[in-house]
């Protein structure tokens, strides 16, 4: 938050006199916002300590006179400045002197407290410039035998743990940021493992995770509360990596799928990258980036984004789907001090808006953000202990996958073993760490003229670094120093390797024939095909 | 003088807590001779100094604090290798 405050702290135990005197310092610093922090033991007195030492009846009187009291500082406060006040509810107390019978009392006195707080409460809910703090849930949100620390206490009159100083100052800021106009607009989320667990082009409409599962719950109650923020104004969209057809079949069809098309304002699926969709949905759902909040999984997506657009309030959803509604939950970005009806009707707007317009697209430089993330691609050594994963990858990609052939480990260690064949596994590795074994291209070699790649697929973690072209290039240098003149290189489409489609054809091959569902293209191996400059390589031998 | 980790991690926390340089602070420094080292930046010391060294003291121990020997002092008793 970048906001440049100055503050004026009242003196020790002078509150009473700075708020009834209209010429006071504090007026005079001519405040935006004022913090009423009254405590309850400074307001109660003694009758905190010996609160039974009364009677009934006085007891009640008695808080009468305190709701006066402290209604009367947050009145006259308001009649002297303009600024917004945050009052302080009472911290009712864990202990009573009269223990399991304290609710038997006439008007007890944990319930004096509880009577002081909902007088307070409705006494300002139609007032605008005075805003109840609940101090006391503050309070047991934390946990009451931690707020207070007895020494801190003595030594210093402290009422609050100094601990939990910075939780209270996060409450006071979404105050703040309300009154700067800094409260977020937009919500802008990813598809896999967000909004649903798992990724739609590998697991499918049945393998994904949503619905009344213990897997599937967290992203559906996830999504309940994206839908409520979404019923108070809050705008959404999605900023997915993905074949959008995958993707709306599931916001379309998949019966515990809470957020519809018509709860997104924009929605933006395709393989660009997700600066570039991000820019485009400022531009669509005509709003600025910097109240824009973005929710994805994924640590390298995050990073990305705050690198490009350090406007964007970035959430950093931790690993462990379960924490995902706590993160939200605990999110102080959208609080605003009024709520309108067309407010509350503005998620609904925007989404409304989306039909009208078209896509925008930008560019950004991809390269440069290649350049930084430092990718390092090591082409591994085939041995036995890697084949049950090389086996596994050729199962289980179906996105950057040119021919989705299907291998055993004992197939794969025979083409291991067989001199026609070379299998090449990539282990690929970047800034934000390691993602392992990643890549597989199969290359035959039958024909000493002619190679052919047989397989070639990346895992999508890894799609769209350039590893790709690096993989490639790995198999034109290995085929030129084999005097070989012509690579190869087919494309079977499937349902889900859309993406992959244009992949030779960018890379410089001409396509040859298309025959039995089959795209041929061929690679003249006259010409160059350098390794991206910027992709760290190694080969283990 | 050599400093140990946990010294060298108490002259940081008070150097933070006081906006003092780490290089002026000795045994010696006091209240009586740090400007910033005020009640409540007295009391933000013991905050963070029990959270850092995982210790508790009693009152009587924050109490008897004069200058920054004494709480090497009390660190030790606690257990805290300086």
């Known amino acids: 938050m970048n906001l440049l405050t100055e503050f004026y702290v009242g ?31 400074a307001i109660l007195g003694d009758h905190y300590f010996l609160p039974y030492k009364i009677s009934d009846e006085e007891r009640r009187s008695c808080t009468e006179e305190r709701i006066v009291e402290i209604t009367n500082l947050a009145e006259k406060t308001t009649e002297s ?28 006195y944990l319930e004096s407290i509880e009577i002081i707080n909902s007088t307070l409460r409705d006494r300002f809910k139609k007032n605008n410039q005075v805003f109840i703090f609940d101090y006391d849930a503050f ?90 923020l979404f019923h108070r104004g809050i705008i959404l969209a999605v900023n997915s990596k993905n074949n959008p057809e995958d993707a709306l079949e599931v ?9 519809k098309e018509n709860h997104f304002a924009g929605i933006q699926i395709n393989w660009e990258d997700k600066v570039t969709n991000m820019r485009a949905l400022a531009k669509e759902i005509n709003i600025g980036l910097d109240s824009m909040v973005f929710i994805d999984d994924d640590n390298m997506n995050r990073e990305m984004m705050k690198e490009f657009i350090p406007e964007v309030t970035v959430v950093d959803l931790p690993k462990d789907s379960a924490l995902y509604v706590k993160t939200l939950t605990n999110l102080r970005l959208f609080d605003s001090m009024s709520i309108t009806k067309e407010d509350e009707q503005k998620g609904q707007m925007y989404a409304e808006e989306k039909n009208r317009r078209k896509l925008a697209h930008e560019t950004m430089d991809l390269t440069e953000y290649l ?21 596994q990858l050729t199962q289980k990609t179906n996105q950057f996958n040119m021919t989705t052939k299907r291998y055993t480990e004992e197939i794969i260690s025979q083409l291991v073993k067989d001199n026609n064949y070379q299998v090449i596994a990539i ?17 035959e070699k039958k024909d000493k003229r002619i190679w052919r790649i047989d397989s070639f697929l990346l895992s999508c973690r890894i799609i769209g670094k350039k590893v790709e072209e690096t993989l490639l290039a790995y198999i034109i240098k290995v085929a030129k120093s084999n005097k070989a003149h012509f690579l190869r290189g087919e494309f079977i489409p499937s349902k889900k390797n859309k993406l992959a489609e244009e992949f030779y054809q960018k890379c410089g091959f001409k396509k040859l024939q298309y025959k039995d569902n089959t795209h041929v293209w061929e690679f003249d191996l006259k010409c160059e095909f350098p390794f991206p400059d910027f992709i760290e390589f190694k080969i283990n031998k | 003088m050599k400093k140990t980790k946990n010294l060298e991690k108490l002259f940081n926390l008070i150097s933070r807590i006081l906006e003092i340089d780490t290089s002026i602070i000795n045994s010696k420094t006091s209240p009586d ?17 029990e959270s850092v060294f995982n210790v508790h003291f009693t009152m009587d121990e924050v109490v008897g604090v004069r200058n920054v020997g004494d709480i090497i002092k009390a660190l030790k008793k606690h257990g805290v290798d300086l």
């Open chain 2, 33 to 49: 001779n740090t400007e910033t080292w005020d009640s409540y930046n007295g009391l933000m010391m013991v905050s963070e100094l």
């Open chain 1, 81 to 108: 400045c303009q600024a917004k006040v945050i009052l302080h509810n009472l911290e009712k107390p864990i202990y009573s002197p009269l223990g399991l019978v304290e609710n038997k009392q006439d008007i007890g």
């Open chain 1, 427 to 443: 282990n690929v590795a970047d800034k934000f760490g390691d993602n392992g074994l990643t890549g597989v291209a199969i290359v």
């Open chain 1, 251 to 259: 916001i379309r069809n998949h019966p515990y799928m809470v957020l």
């Open chain 1, 139 to 228: 309070c047991s949100q934390i946990g009451k035998q931690n707020t207070f620390d007895y020494k801190m206490y003595y030594l210093g009159d402290m009422k609050l743990n100094l601990k939990y100083l910075p939780n209270l100052c996060d409450e006071y800021i979404a105050y703040i940021q309300s009154i700067a106009s800094m409260t977020k607009k937009c919500i802008v989320l990813d598809l896999d493992n967000t909004l649903w667990g798992g990724v739609i082009g590998e697991d499918g409409l049945e393998g994904i995770k949503l619905g009344p599962t213990p897997e599937g719950r967290p992203f559906m109650e996830f999504q309940k509360y994206l839908l409520s």
């Open chain 1, 371 to 391: 350049r930084k993330l430092n990718v390092t691609v090591v082409f591994d050594k085939i041995n036995p202990v890697i084949i049950p994963r090389v086996a």
């Open chain 1, 11 to 41: 003196g020790y135990n002078q509150y009473a006199q700075e708020i009834f005197d209209p010429n006071s310092d504090l007026y005079k610093f001519n405040p935006d916002l004022i913090i009423i922090f009254l405590d309850t033991i």
